[in-house]
């Protein structure tokens, strides 16, 4: 699984240099995978079978199989690996290949790959060249990646989850909501207060699941939403309360998110701070940090 981090600072990277980005989605990615295990299926409906009780044994990977995934991509990484590329150590997703004239960046995320290069003939090329060994849609310039919505101009990348967050908000009934110009409470001190328990908590945890991966591009969110997965054991009407003001501050922003100049210097910085003790049960402290490639934010976290 591609991590969060490689996939910004592939696109930071794209803006900052002015390369191309573009997607591709393989067809029946996992049929492509061979299997090193033994496993056995019923002959499908329309096979004829000369003995009764006779079973087929696999050789080619099929969806549904516990090992799909991983036999897919053992399949796509040996052959990116044959054709010169190194896949990066600090994420197994990530292969590149570089020249002294060109850089190219592949991401393998199941059936999706992102490329970037500075070249749109040599993107050709790779597409080309996968296309050869692997049946794949050519999706063009990235647009929509694991939920992320991808918006290119001349001034840099936008990254969003627009439709995510007004889906969240339609879910729980909150599109119509008014909206709220902050993220959180004023007040924090009644979350520690263990009285009116909500009847039924999953509702809740689940919402707080939805949002946690909003965080994907709103670092506004991070620190409130990290606060309100503490209490999912057992959530109170006070972090109800809290919840839809949450909700009600996405809606004065849904489109709210990150974003990536192409005129931004190729400098790493990193920022952190933390509170002291502030948790009254535990007296544990909060850390945040932020990490920018230039003007371009591309890993953050909030932790207790």
């Not at 990116?80 to 020249?99: E, M, P, V, W």
């Not at 990193?270 to 371009?296: H, Q, Y």
Request: with cysteine; proline share 4%; glycine share 4%.
């Amino acid at each position: 699984m591609a991590k969060l981090t490689t996939v910004t600072l592939l696109i930071a990277l794209a803006a900052s240099n002015n390369w191309f980005l573009h997607q591709l989605d393989v067809d029946n990615a996992f049929l492509h995978g061979d299997l090193n295990d033994e496993v056995y299926m019923e002959p499908p409906p329309g096979l004829k079978i000369h003995n009764e009780g006779q079973i087929c044994r696999l050789t080619k990977s099929l969806y549904g199989l516990k090992q799909a995934s991983r036999q897919w991509f053992e399949k796509v990484s040996s052959f990116l690996i044959s054709a010169n590329y190194i896949q990066s150590k600090s994420d197994h997703s990530l292969f590149i290949r570089k020249t002294p004239t060109s850089f190219i960046a592949l991401l393998v995320y199941m059936d999706d790959i992102v490329l970037t290069k500075n070249s749109m003939m040599e993107i050709n090329c790779i597409k080309e060249l996968l296309h050869n060994k692997f049946r794949i849609k050519n999706l063009g310039e990235l647009k929509y990646f694991l939920g992320l919505e991808v918006a290119i101009s001349k001034k840099g990348i936008h990254l969003c989850q627009r439709k995510y967050a007004l889906d969240i908000l339609e879910e729980t009934g909150m599109l119509g909501c008014k909206p709220s110009s902050t993220p959180f409470l004023s007040d924090i001190s009644p979350l520690y207060k263990f009285d009116n328990y909500l009847d039924d908590p999953g509702p809740y945890r689940k919402l707080i699941g939805k949002l946690l991966y909003l965080t994907n591009t709103r670092l506004d969110l991070c620190f409130s939403i990290n606060l309100l997965s503490q209490f999912m054991q057992s959530p109170t009407d006070y972090h109800c309360r809290a919840i839809k003001h949450i909700l009600r501050y996405i809606k004065s922003k849904p489109s709210e998110g990150l974003f990536f100049a192409t005129d931004s210097p190729m400098q790493l910085k990193a920022f952190s701070d933390s509170d002291w003790a502030t948790c009254p049960n535990t007296r544990r402290s909060t850390t945040g940090l932020c990490i920018f490639l230039g003007s371009s934010l591309i890993s953050w976290k909030s932790k207790k």
